[in-house]
Structures are given as C-alpha cells and as structure tokens.
C-alpha cells in the first residue's frame, strides 16, 4: 500500500511563505469536490491571507502542512481547540494527490494532536450532499450528527444607536473577561477568549456585548473582513454566540445587524446548530433566513455536549 510518509514530509507548522500554496491547494481541492458533486461551473476562490493568518495562529501547533519531494504544500489540516472543544478545518488534498492515503493520514494526525490537547469533542463539518466525504470520514470513526444551517440577515438601512462593542472601550480587558465568565457559567470547559483576542490583533471583527443594567447576558464575536481574496468587505461572518437565554439571544440578533449597519456591512452571516432545541425556528422568527447547510460530525467516543443553560453556538469553520 502506498505510504504517504514515504513520498512526503511532515506534518510541520505552516509559515507565511505557504500561504499562496496554501491558497493554491484549498482552491483546486474544492473546486474539484463541487466539479465531482456536479457542479462543474463552481470555482472555489482563494481566502483572503488575513484569513490564514487568523487560521493559523489559532490552531497554533494543530496547523499541519505536508510537503512533497519539491517542498511544495502536499496538503494540509488546521485543528483548532476552544478549551474541551476540539475541531478541524479546513483540511484540503491536492487533486492528484488523492485516493492514496494521505487524507486518511492528515485526519488521523489531526485526531491525534487533539486527543493529546486535551480535547472532549473533536468535530468537524462538512457538505451534507458530499456522500464520498461522509463515508470518508466515517470510516475514520466520526459519526453524523446535527446540521449547521447558515442563515444570512439584510442589514437594516436605518438602525437605532448601536449597542456596546468589546473594541470600542477604552478599557476591553474586563469586558472581555465578562465574556468568558458567561461562556463558563452555560457551557464548563469552553474557551473562546483566544478567539476573541486574535479576532482583534488581527483586525478582522469585534464582539458585540448585550447588558441588563450593568450586567452582560449575551455577546457574539464576528468578523467583517473579507473572506475571499480581493472581494469586498460587505458581509459579517459570526464566529461565537453566547447567550444566557432566549430574550438575550434576541438582543445578541439585533446588535448584529446594528453593528454591521455602523459598518457599513450589506449582510450578516449567523451559523446554527439544530442541536439547539428550538433555536432554528427562533431564528427564523427574527428574520433570519436559510442559506446553506453543512453537516456536523464528531469521533465516536467525543461527542459535542451541550450547553447546561441558555444559547452557544461555536462555528467550526474560519
């Protein structure tokens, strides 16, 4: 049988000098999946590299590359840990490199570095149509679960005085420790504060905080930047969710459109797991509407667990 290790070296840590590989493989490793999927006119663009900067630098040591005899990306996988939540993505083969093993090997490598970090969930998503990946991955023991609908929100063209927004206090530190207080209290064992504080090193969004009085019920964290490569900024993409319940995942709903109108952002982007009793038709009543759909899968032995009160949604995708 034909040994990825054998023609190839790595895994090892990406650099910034990857990045136009990088870029070249994901393309042409997706576009070659929606072509097999019979949807040959889709092309897959390039990520914008602030994206991949973001990527990378949150998976840390869980970004993988594999290069060929040339030093060429061979291919990749960037497995991201939130605390007790582990996930990867994306995770891409060149074309030609497929069908030989070395997907099989990138994932195990992932699972691996995940077992190791800690985690208790290791998840990913992928197309629900896509048959190939499901089987794929389920003979790599992930099992299917909920789906993840993306829903997509006009801005409003007018909007009343925004809510607060973590990036605009003179003083963020303690908001956003309030964030992570509140995440810990619904869902023990998540950490999302890495996240949020690469989201604004990198300048690539802010979290929106939502108060009763003085005290913070709600907050989600978003990225208005580009996702593809020389595209416009016109859309807000949410990352995290966090809401202590129902009422406050409304607020949380409604500081996004605020914010993304004080932006100048056309649309916004919510993920959300239909795992979450009843938060899919919650959404729908606030004027959310379906997008796309992706399937949430998890190793057996490492379930997503829910939250113990309240609203998180956590995107596996950057």
């Known amino acids: ?21 990088l870029n070249q493989v994901f393309s042409e490793a997706f576009t070659d999946r929606y072509r097999r999927d019979g949807l040959p006119g889709v092309r897959v ?23 060929d005899r040339l030093g060429r990306v061979a291919a990749f996988n ?50 629900p149509r896509t048959v190939e990946n499901i089987g794929f991955y389920g003979r790599l023991g992930f099992e299917p679960g909920a789906l993840t609908i993306t829903l997509a929100q006009e801005a409003p063209r007018r909007a009343s005085r925004a809510p607060e927004r ?37 300048g690539l969004g802010d979290v929106s905080l939502v108060r009763r009085g003085k005290r913070l019920v709600g907050w989600a964290l978003w990225h208005s930047a580009p996702l593809a490569e020389g595209r416009p900024g016109d859309e807000t993409r949410v990352l995290k969710v966090v809401a202590e319940d129902d009422a406050a995942f409304e607020a949380v709903s409604a500081a996004l459109l605020a914010h993304a109108f004080e932006a ?5 982007g919510l993920r959300v797991q239909t795992a979450a009793p009843g938060l899919f038709n919650r959404a729908l009543d606030l004027g959310w509407r379906v997008h796309w759909t992706d399937l949430r899968m998890t190793l057996a032995g490492y379930p997503e667990r829910p939250p113990v009160s309240g609203v998180v949604l956590s995107n596996w995708e950057v």
């Open 1 to 21: 049988m034909w040994q990825p290790e054998a023609e190839l070296t790595g895994p090892v840590r990406p650099v910034e000098a990857d990045l136009p590989s």
């Open 45 to 67: 663009p390039h990520l914008d590299p602030a994206i991949w900067r973001f990527a990378i630098a949150d998976a840390g040591d869980g970004a993988m590359v594999w290069r």
């Open 78 to 127: 960037l497995a991201h840990r939130s605390g007790g939540e582990g996930w990867m993505g994306p995770i891409a083969v060149r074309p030609e490199l497929q069908g030989r093993g070395l997907g099989s090997a990138v994932v195990r490598a992932a699972i691996d570095w995940l077992r190791r970090a800690g985690a208790g969930t290791i998840g990913l998503e992928t197309m």
């Open 166 to 202: 973590l990036g605009a206090l003179a003083r963020p530190g303690p908001a956003a420790a309030e964030c992570q207080a509140l995440l810990a209290t619904l869902a023990p064992g998540l950490d999302f504060s890495r996240e949020i504080r690469l989201t604004r090193e990198h």
């Open 264 to 268: 100048g952002r056309r649309r916004v």
